[in-house]
């Protein structure tokens, strides 16, 4: 078990759990490419595509992909993300330590 542990510290796939706000910034950071306050369906397919290895995107979209993203987050069902809907969706979005640590593993977010 110690030597899994150390190998995944090695590899960078264990990353302190964030905050909910640290993720959120992080995340509207790089995928809110016009920064025009708000993340469209498209910017989240495109930021995806380009930060998302390729041998993690099957697993991704396996279990739900950007609709997954847009159910969970997407509180007024505009398909438009924005922050304070990240926010106001507490039990749905980024609502685990899981979710948090792999978009700033995604993101390369500073710890």
């Known amino acids: 078990m110690l030597k899994i ?3 995944l ?5 264990m990353v302190a759990c964030p905050t909910k706000e640290k993720a959120i910034e992080c995340f509207y950071g790089i995928a809110d ?3 025009d306050g708000h993340v ?3 910017e989240l397919e ?3 595509d380009g930060h998302l290895p390729w041998w993690q995107r099957t697993p991704f979209y396996l279990f739900g992909g950007i609709d997954r993203i847009m159910m969970d987050c997407d509180a007024n069902k505009d ?3 924005t922050p304070t809907e990240a926010m106001v969706l507490e039990k749905t979005c ?3 330590c899981f979710k948090r640590s792999a978009v700033a ?3 390369s977010c500073p710890d």
Do not use: E
């Open 105 to 107: 593993h995604v993101f």
């Open 33 to 35: 490419q016009n920064r």
């Open 94 to 96: 980024l609502n685990t």
């Open 79 to 81: 398909s438009v993300l």
């Open 46 to 48: 495109k930021v995806i």
């Open 5 to 7: 542990l150390v190998l």
């Open 9 to 13: 510290m090695s590899t960078r796939l």
């Open 40 to 42: 469209t369906r498209t």
